[in-house]
């Protein structure tokens, strides 16, 4: 019953972080929120920006359901300024450091086993490029950029189109076009822009070769997309039976882009320390290991968002001690992760995994949802 608490109090605050509003205008925010989301599926399952909830192994007897957060996503909810480009630059560590916690039940969905761990960037080029993006001469232009959209704005609201409107017409005139800027920002449609604003607009896009600037912006995120990210986790796990620690597993994961932003190899390996009740061995030892490339096989066109994703990746199990009668020492599999991007947020992903040595063949059905706090910073999000 602890453990079902501790999950609807995580579950309650994740909620919670979705549902507030903002006031702010547009601003480089846009930029960095779509260097987050064009991040792939795969590096968020391994280090989230700000929250993710995940369902794993929904069609298996093992099921578990897990919370991650990094400490920057918990600290800007109680300080949006930290967002703002100077206070984002120091935030290294707190974007680096991410807490995990996960719930495993059985078949019947009764809990099993409570694991709590940390995870910590040590290497973490993506996201030091992403900071030393916003004090280059692109970070410049963008700022210029921004600086002159409100400046746009202020002349249409000083305009003699505006100023005939009624007081109710200007305010649902100003919160629907701070919601088409944002519209635009994200996917280039000019479309929901007032009529009146359109022309203001173009204008403006074209005095600020805005198409020169999003070639940019397109170029550095590429670059940053390519980066490597190495980060070790330290995780343990409570027996919901007698309350006390029964495993700990130590993790290290490393990532590494391609030359283009088509896909990432993907390393990673885990060494588990079990106890156990046998009268020969005090302790279990697992070692597991696995490589892969991760491919982005398509992505939205305006956007350059990944909508799916594929993994094929080979693993390798070795008992180190504690085997028990009749179990294998190791054993090799061929896997393949599928990754399908259902909405901004939703993710569903697919593992299939043969033995190779047995030619047994698994299914693992998982789901990822990722919170987004811009949410709560950019209007028509």
């Known amino acids: 019953m602890r453990h079902i608490k501790k999950v609807i109090i995580i579950f309650t605050f994740c909620f919670a972080a979705l549902s507030a509003e903002s006031q702010d205008t547009v601003s480089a925010k846009s930029v960095e929120k779509g260097a987050i ?4 599926g795969n590096y968020k399952d391994v280090l989230t920006s700000f929250f993710q909830l995940a369902a794993t192994d929904l069609t298996g007897k ?17 300080d949006s300024t930290l967002i703002v480009d100077t206070n984002f630059i120091k935030q290294t560590f707190y974007r680096n450091l991410q807490f995990e916690m996960k719930l495993n039940v059985d078949n019947n969905i009764k809990p099993q086993t409570f694991t709590a761990g940390i995870k910590y960037a040590l290497l973490n080029r993506r996201d030091k490029a992403l900071a030393d993006f916003r004090g280059k001469e692109i970070g410049d232009r963008i700022g210029n950029y921004m600086k002159n959209i409100e400046q746009i704005q202020v002349e249409y609201l000083q ?24 519209k635009f920002h994200q996917d280039q449609d000019l479309e929901s822009l007032p009529k009146d604003f359109e022309d ?8 600020n070769s805005y198409t020169v600037l999003q070639k940019g912006i397109d170029s550095a995120y590429k670059e940053i997309e390519t ?88 693993e390798y199990n070795r008992i180190l001690k504690g085997l028990v009668p009749n179990e294998e020492k190791e054993r090799f599999s061929a896997n393949a ?3 399908i991007r259902i909405t901004d ?30 949410k709560d910073f950019l209007k028509g999000d």
Do not use: C
């Open 200 to 207: 203001f607009f173009r204008n403006f896009l074209k005095a």
């Open 159 to 182: 305009s003699e189109s505006f100023q005939n409107k009624s007081s109710e017409d200007k305010a649902q005139a100003i919160k629907e076009l701070d919601a088409a800027i944002n």
């Open 37 to 40: 989301d064009l991040k792939s």
């Open 337 to 339: 992760e599928v990754r």
């Open 227 to 314: 980066k490597p990210l190495w980060t070790v986790a330290l995780n343990s796990t409570t027996n919901n039976f007698n309350h006390a620690i029964d495993s700990v597993s130590f993790e290290t994961v490393f990532l590494q882009g391609g030359v283009s932003d088509v896909f990432e190899g993907d390393v990673r390996a885990n060494l588990t320390y079990k106890d156990t009740d046998s009268a020969n061995d005090d302790y279990r030892m697992v070692f597991n290991g696995k490589a892969g490339l991760n491919f982005n096989l398509f992505k939205d066109v305006k956007t350059k968002k990944s909508l799916l994703e594929i993994k094929p990746q080979f």
């Open 345 to 374: 947020k939703l993710w569903i992903p697919l593992t299939v995994k043969y033995d190779i040595k047995n030619k047994n063949l698994f299914g693992f059905l998982n789901v990822a949802w990722n919170m987004d706090v811009f």
């Open 62 to 78: 093992n099921k578990s359901f897990e919370f991650k957060s990094t400490l920057f996503g918990i600290k800007l909810r109680a």
